[in-house]
Protein backbone atom coordinates (compact mmCIF):
# COMPACT_ATOMS: atom_id res chain seq x y z
CA UNK A 1 0.00 0.00 0.00
CA UNK A 2 1.35 3.10 -1.21
CA UNK A 3 0.49 6.57 -0.70
CA UNK A 4 2.23 10.20 -1.45
CA UNK A 5 4.16 10.13 1.90
CA UNK A 6 4.79 6.97 3.31
CA UNK A 7 4.10 3.05 2.03
CA UNK A 8 2.69 0.04 4.35
CA UNK A 9 4.95 -3.08 4.24
CA UNK A 10 4.82 -6.43 5.43
CA UNK A 11 7.46 -6.99 8.58
CA UNK A 12 10.76 -8.01 7.76
CA UNK A 13 13.43 -10.19 9.77
CA UNK A 14 15.63 -6.61 9.53
CA UNK A 15 12.79 -4.91 12.36
CA UNK A 16 13.51 -7.10 15.38
CA UNK A 17 15.21 -4.21 16.79
CA UNK A 18 12.49 -1.78 16.17
CA UNK A 19 9.68 -4.21 17.40
CA UNK A 20 11.93 -5.07 20.22
CA UNK A 21 11.76 -1.72 21.24
CA UNK A 22 8.60 -0.51 20.90
CA UNK A 23 6.75 -3.93 22.29
CA UNK A 24 9.44 -3.51 25.64
CA UNK A 25 8.43 0.17 26.26
CA UNK A 26 7.12 0.10 29.53
CA UNK A 27 5.63 3.51 29.17
CA UNK A 28 3.34 2.22 26.37
CA UNK A 29 2.42 -1.27 28.06
CA UNK A 30 -1.06 0.57 29.55
CA UNK A 31 -2.29 1.15 26.49
CA UNK A 32 -1.53 -2.38 24.80
CA UNK A 33 -2.54 -4.50 27.67
CA UNK A 34 0.98 -5.96 28.08
CA UNK A 35 2.28 -6.56 31.50
CA UNK A 36 5.48 -8.23 30.83
CA UNK A 37 8.41 -8.11 28.54
CA UNK A 38 8.53 -9.98 25.45
CA UNK A 39 11.84 -11.71 24.52
CA UNK A 40 13.82 -11.15 21.28
CA UNK A 41 13.05 -14.99 20.25
CA UNK A 42 8.91 -14.15 20.28
CA UNK A 43 9.38 -11.82 18.49
CA UNK A 44 11.39 -13.29 15.93
CA UNK A 45 8.63 -16.38 15.37
CA UNK A 46 5.94 -13.48 15.46
CA UNK A 47 8.30 -12.27 12.17
CA UNK A 48 8.70 -15.58 11.08
CA UNK A 49 4.96 -16.08 11.37
CA UNK A 50 3.51 -12.35 9.73
CA UNK A 51 3.39 -14.27 6.21
CA UNK A 52 0.15 -15.90 7.30
CA UNK A 53 -3.03 -13.72 6.10
CA UNK A 54 -5.13 -12.07 8.44
CA UNK A 55 -7.80 -14.68 8.31
CA UNK A 56 -5.43 -17.38 9.90
CA UNK A 57 -3.86 -14.82 12.79
CA UNK A 58 -7.35 -12.47 12.72
CA UNK A 59 -4.59 -9.35 13.10
CA UNK A 60 -2.51 -7.98 10.33
CA UNK A 61 0.57 -5.41 11.58
CA UNK A 62 2.40 -3.30 8.76
CA UNK A 63 5.57 -0.95 9.08
CA UNK A 64 4.81 2.52 8.14
CA UNK A 65 8.08 3.93 5.81
CA UNK A 66 9.04 7.03 4.32
CA UNK A 67 8.68 8.07 0.94
CA UNK A 68 11.16 10.40 0.05
CA UNK A 69 14.66 10.98 -1.59
CA UNK A 70 16.49 11.87 1.42
CA UNK A 71 15.17 9.20 3.36
CA UNK A 72 13.37 6.46 1.59
CA UNK A 73 12.84 3.48 2.98
CA UNK A 74 12.94 4.72 6.69
CA UNK A 75 10.67 3.29 9.60
CA UNK A 76 8.61 5.53 11.21
CA UNK A 77 6.00 3.21 12.80
CA UNK A 78 3.34 0.74 12.81
CA UNK A 79 -0.06 0.26 12.44
CA UNK A 80 -2.39 -2.56 12.78
CA UNK A 81 -5.20 -4.57 12.71
CA UNK A 82 -6.22 -7.04 15.77
CA UNK A 83 -9.60 -8.65 16.40
CA UNK A 84 -10.48 -9.08 13.25
CA UNK A 85 -13.90 -10.64 12.92
CA UNK A 86 -14.81 -11.74 9.18
CA UNK A 87 -17.97 -12.96 10.02
CA UNK A 88 -19.32 -9.45 11.38
CA UNK A 89 -17.04 -7.74 9.54
CA UNK A 90 -14.59 -5.68 11.74
CA UNK A 91 -11.59 -5.08 13.01
CA UNK A 92 -9.66 -2.84 15.69
CA UNK A 93 -7.14 -0.35 14.51
CA UNK A 94 -3.95 0.87 16.21
CA UNK A 95 -1.08 2.89 15.45
CA UNK A 96 2.43 3.62 16.68
CA UNK A 97 4.54 6.60 15.48
CA UNK A 98 8.07 6.92 16.64
CA UNK A 99 7.99 10.01 19.03
CA UNK A 100 10.62 11.94 17.48
CA UNK A 101 8.33 11.69 13.86
CA UNK A 102 4.65 12.71 15.28
CA UNK A 103 2.81 15.48 13.82
CA UNK A 104 4.33 15.02 10.55
CA UNK A 105 1.48 13.72 9.03
CA UNK A 106 3.02 9.73 8.80
CA UNK A 107 -0.10 8.88 10.98
CA UNK A 108 -2.50 10.43 8.64
CA UNK A 109 -1.55 9.41 6.04
CA UNK A 110 -0.91 6.03 7.07
CA UNK A 111 -4.81 5.54 8.67
CA UNK A 112 -5.73 6.35 5.11
CA UNK A 113 -4.38 3.65 3.49
CA UNK A 114 -5.39 0.93 6.21
CA UNK A 115 -8.63 1.95 6.28
CA UNK A 116 -8.93 2.01 2.58
CA UNK A 117 -7.91 -1.92 2.35
CA UNK A 118 -10.25 -2.54 5.49
CA UNK A 119 -13.62 -1.09 3.63
CA UNK A 120 -12.27 -2.21 -0.39
CA UNK A 121 -10.38 -5.12 0.13
CA UNK A 122 -11.15 -6.93 3.12
CA UNK A 123 -15.04 -5.64 2.47
CA UNK A 124 -15.48 -4.94 6.54
CA UNK A 125 -18.24 -3.15 7.57
CA UNK A 126 -16.61 -0.92 10.49
CA UNK A 127 -13.30 -0.43 12.15
CA UNK A 128 -12.95 0.42 15.73
CA UNK A 129 -10.19 1.63 18.21
CA UNK A 130 -10.02 2.45 22.00
CA UNK A 131 -8.36 5.74 23.21
CA UNK A 132 -7.47 7.42 26.04
CA UNK A 133 -9.66 10.12 27.06
CA UNK A 134 -6.73 12.27 27.99
CA UNK A 135 -4.83 10.86 24.80
CA UNK A 136 -5.66 14.52 22.84
CA UNK A 137 -3.62 13.93 19.59
CA UNK A 138 -4.88 9.73 18.64
CA UNK A 139 -8.53 11.17 19.67
CA UNK A 140 -8.01 14.14 16.87
CA UNK A 141 -6.74 12.20 14.44
CA UNK A 142 -9.24 9.04 14.39
CA UNK A 143 -12.01 11.51 14.42
CA UNK A 144 -9.86 13.62 11.50
CA UNK A 145 -10.34 9.91 9.41
CA UNK A 146 -14.46 9.38 9.93
CA UNK A 147 -14.18 8.03 13.58
CA UNK A 148 -16.85 8.74 15.98
CA UNK A 149 -17.11 8.20 19.50
CA UNK A 150 -19.94 6.04 20.60
CA UNK A 151 -19.15 5.25 24.08
CA UNK A 152 -17.10 5.78 27.12
CA UNK A 153 -15.64 3.08 29.18
CA UNK A 154 -15.19 4.99 32.32
CA UNK A 155 -12.10 4.22 35.30
CA UNK A 156 -11.30 1.30 32.30
CA UNK A 157 -7.21 1.52 32.41
CA UNK A 158 -5.03 1.63 35.42
CA UNK A 159 -2.11 3.72 35.11
CA UNK A 160 0.09 3.37 38.07
CA UNK A 161 -1.93 4.58 40.91
CA UNK A 162 -4.63 6.27 38.94
CA UNK A 163 -7.76 4.84 36.68
CA UNK A 164 -8.02 6.14 33.06
CA UNK A 165 -11.31 6.58 31.03
CA UNK A 166 -11.36 5.27 27.56
CA UNK A 167 -13.08 5.80 24.38
CA UNK A 168 -14.71 3.50 21.98
CA UNK A 169 -14.78 5.21 18.25
CA UNK A 170 -16.09 3.42 14.91
CA UNK A 171 -16.04 4.40 11.48
CA UNK A 172 -18.68 2.62 9.80
CA UNK A 173 -18.84 2.01 6.47
CA UNK A 174 -21.46 3.78 4.80
CA UNK A 175 -20.64 2.71 1.27
CA UNK A 176 -22.55 -0.68 0.14
Known sequence: MIGEKVKLRAIEPADIDLL???????NQW???????PFSRFVLEQYIMNSHLDIYSTK??????????DDENGKTVGM??????DPNNKRAGMGILIKK????????????ELLIDYCFNVLHL????????ENNIA???????HGFEISGLKKEWIQVKDTWENEYLLQLINKIK
Open 100 to 111: SERKKGWASEAM
Open 138 to 144: SLELFKK
Open 30 to 36: YISNTIA
Open 59 to 68: QLRLMIEKIS
Open 20 to 26: YEWENDE
Open 79 to 84: IDLFDF
Open 125 to 132: HQVYCNIL
